[in-house]
């Protein structure tokens, strides 16, 4: 009688906590030894009835057997218990039948008391203190997808330090945490992680309208919610962090209107901008863009890799073969893979323009520019001032998305810029040549996105020129796509919590909207900022080692036997930016010589200049240089940072005579603060172009890109380029 009492209070207390198993197993024992207990010693069993009880006992023993089998899922206690009790129940029909064993009674009821006690205290500490005080084991048996008897949501006690680790584990995963207060039960849930917010509603059955208290690790995750709050807040909470903060904001965050949204604002200002914001400053600079970058493609169309991917896209199947192609006179390909190989020919010396933040703009729009213009009919072609609109959209674009984020100002280590916002301005410009509606430019910046990124890894490797090509073409497609009314996120440019969209290429990123061009105009940041041209083919940050070493070059030229000989040098130090990719000090290929700083830096030194033949098998391969390449170290200065607006190069030669001689240059001839000439840009347009083109055609097209803007049509500067 007393373990059946003994049975029921372990039940209820399981029962109050919402344990069904142990509750039902333990109510059903309990009352299976307060009946027997009743029938053994309250003088209702006898003889005539021991057929009956024996029936019943069987009856119990079958469900034991359930009960037992269940245990195994449970952990090793609960399932010796139940096999305990299943020798109890043994004695009871052996006793029912009169068959029973002397001593056999005695020794499976200390057994299974012990037992009995052992499971009575683990239940009534563990449930006290809500965590394991008395070890119960693990599952004897797991299936896939069981938890073992752990619970969904579970208990974790609130005066415990420990608690508050779980609490953020379970989060991380996507769980929830309930945890009460004095007067209401707050939900917690990760601020990142909405979705757990949704779980915790469904899951407590909690109404939309009740208070959600939000642990956040961070305030930059305010971001998404920053137009709710005061500045005065934001102010107190920065400068308050990371001590305990309460805040009270409105309980329903909606998103903005459709129209209102960031991606919604471009697309409204690529539709709507007009050829008359075009100052005469960003036509200007913008012209020169599109002479060096076709000059650029031209020589480029000379290389290994482009004629590889020129191969690619001729065996291809390609009805449309109506746009013209880079240094191939008479060949014509679709327009996609027109933008494509032409993409590739800029970028494949690296010898494209660069801005900041860091990107290579004009090589990503030109070509798609170009291509759709060629597909337009011959009584519809964009006039020359509608080409340039087009083409500085393509440039807006691509600077207003990098403005957004600061990781983009550096030297990058993820994803090579013009493969993500050269494929968006891509895209830009197609879709405001084609004259899209604000809605279907808004989806063709969107469909890009889907389209856009490449890794870094692909640096100094024949693929990264891949990367200017697709952005071209996918930019091109995303426009044509949207143009048949193809659809996608209206919020790809927002910062949605829990959503990737932009920010999915730069963790920073804090997008705010593009104002709509007014009667007042628009300032392009192509005016608040020139463009980077390079003098030679190679990384840009070639340029600062290059001009310094340079300069010691002509030191010891000045005080030598007019040539510089690496017996005259002890060892060189390179002071630089650290950036792994085009720190490389024994480049193997001319696309690893484009990207070592090493390699410029040498060159210079022994010729006095870095050229396009620099990076000749015959230059490359000299033993003047390779000696050199020993002797150098690198160091990366604390105040050089990874960014084209604020580092600088520095070269030290120590000769073997103990003299050290120092070049430093802060701002390369070149750089958009210390731009070049039209005299010398129109030079290395000719340099460029006379590869493929005979003279007259080059300074043909010098004027036609020097009249765009006055051109009824396009088709004088397409025809230049057939």
Avoid at 97 to 110: E, K
Avoid at 512 to 531: K, R, V
Wanted: hydrophobic letters at 45%.
């Amino acid at each position: 009688m007393a373990g059946g009492a003994l049975q029921l209070l372990c039940g209820s207390v399981a029962f109050a906590r919402g344990k069904t198993f142990e509750s039902t197993v333990f109510i059903l024992y309990g009352v299976m030894w307060t009946v027997w207990g009743l029938t053994r010693y309250g003088g209702l069993y006898g003889e005539t009835r021991g057929f009956n009880l024996a029936v019943g006992i069987i009856s119990f023993m079958l469900f034991n057997c359930l009960v037992t089998a269940a245990a195994l899922f449970l952990n090793v206690t609960w399932f010796i218990y139940a096999l305990t009790f299943q020798l109890i129940l043994i004695s009871f029909l052996l006793d029912a039948v009169g068959a029973l064993p002397f001593g056999y009674d005695i020794g499976v009821t200390i057994i299974f008391g012990l037992i009995s006690f052992y499971c009575f205290l683990a239940n009534i500490f563990n449930s006290t203190f809500q965590s394991p005080q008395i070890p119960l084991g693990k599952p004897l048996v797991k299936l896939s997808g069981v938890g073992g008897g752990a619970d969904i949501c579970p208990h974790v006690p609130a005066r415990k330090a420990t608690s508050v680790q779980q609490i953020a584990e379970i989060m991380k995963n996507g769980g929830i945490c309930g945890m009460p207060t004095d007067t209401v039960y707050v939900l917690v849930a990760a601020c990142n992680r909405p979705d757990a917010v949704v779980k915790a509603y469904k899951v407590k059955k909690q109404a939309q309208d009740r208070p959600m208290s939000l642990w956040i690790s961070s305030i930059k995750q305010l971001e998404p919610v920053r137009h709710l709050l005061s500045p005065l807040l934001l102010d107190f909470m920065e400068a308050a962090w990371p001590s305990s903060i309460s805040m009270v904001i409105p309980r329903v965050l909606k998103y903005p209107a459709p129209e209102d949204t960031v991606t919604a604002s471009f697309g409204k200002f690529i539709s709507e901008i007009k050829a008359q914001h075009l100052s005469p400053v960003v036509l200007h600079r913008s012209k020169r863009m599109v002479l060096d970058s076709i000059g650029v493609g031209l020589i480029g169309s000379t290389t290994d890799v482009f004629e590889l991917a020129l191969q690619h896209c001729q065996h291809m199947y390609a009805p449309d073969d109506i746009s013209s192609v880079y240094g191939r006179r008479g060949s014509r390909l679709s327009p996609t893979l027109a933008a494509f190989v032409n993409g590739v020919a800029t970028h494949s010396m690296d010898f494209d323009d660069t801005w900041h933040p860091a990107t290579h703009p004009s090589g990503a729009v030109l070509p798609a520019v170009l291509a759709l213009s060629d597909m337009m009919p011959a009584n519809n072609k964009p006039s020359g001032l509608d080409f340039l609109l087009a083409f500085n959209v393509g440039i807006e674009i691509q600077g207003r998305l990098m403005m957004f984020s600061n990781e983009a100002h550096n030297i990058p280590k993820r994803f090579h810029p013009p493969s993500v916002v050269g494929t968006m301005g891509s895209a830009a410009a197609c879709a405001r040549l084609l004259s899209l509606d604000p809605s279907r430019c808004s989806h063709a910046l969107a469909i890009a996105a889907s389209l856009a990124g490449a890794p870094m890894a692909n640096a100094a490797t024949q693929s990264k020129p891949l990367h200017i090509g697709n952005a071209s073409r996918l930019g091109l497609e995303a426009a044509l796509l949207a143009s048949r009314g193809l659809e996608a996120s209206p919020l790809v440019l927002d910062a949605v919590a829990g959503v990737a969209g932009f920010n999915a290429f730069y963790e920073d990123y804090v997008p705010q909207p593009l104002g709509s061009p007014s009667d007042d105009g628009h300032m392009f940041l192509l005016e608040e900022q020139d463009m980077g041209f390079k003098r030679f083919p190679a990384h840009l940050g070639m340029h600062w080692v290059a001009d310094a070493a340079a300069s010691i070059h002509k030191v010891l030229v000045g005080v030598g036997p007019g040539t510089v000989s690496p017996a005259q040098v002890q060892d060189i130090l390179l002071r630089v930016p650290q950036s792994k990719y085009i720190n490389r000090p024994f480049p193997e290929s001319e696309h690893e010589a484009r990207h070592s700083f090493q390699f410029n830096a040498c060159s210079a030194l022994l010729d006095g200049e870095v050229t396009v033949q620099s990076f000749s098998p015959a230059a490359m391969s000299r033993s003047d240089l390779f000696s050199l390449l020993s002797r150098v170290q690198v160091e990366h200065p604390s105040d050089n940072p990874a960014n084209f607006n604020r580092m600088y190069g520095e070269v030290q030669v120590t000769l073997v005579g103990g003299d050290i001689l120092k070049g430093r240059c802060d701002t390369f001839y070149g750089h958009w603060r210390n731009p070049l000439t039209n005299e010398s840009l129109r030079k290395k347009f000719r340099h460029n172009a006379e590869v493929v083109l005979p003279s007259e055609k080059v300074e043909r097209l010098i004027d036609v890109v020097e009249e765009l803007d006055r051109l009824g049509d396009c088709s004088a500067l397409l025809s230049q380029l057939q």
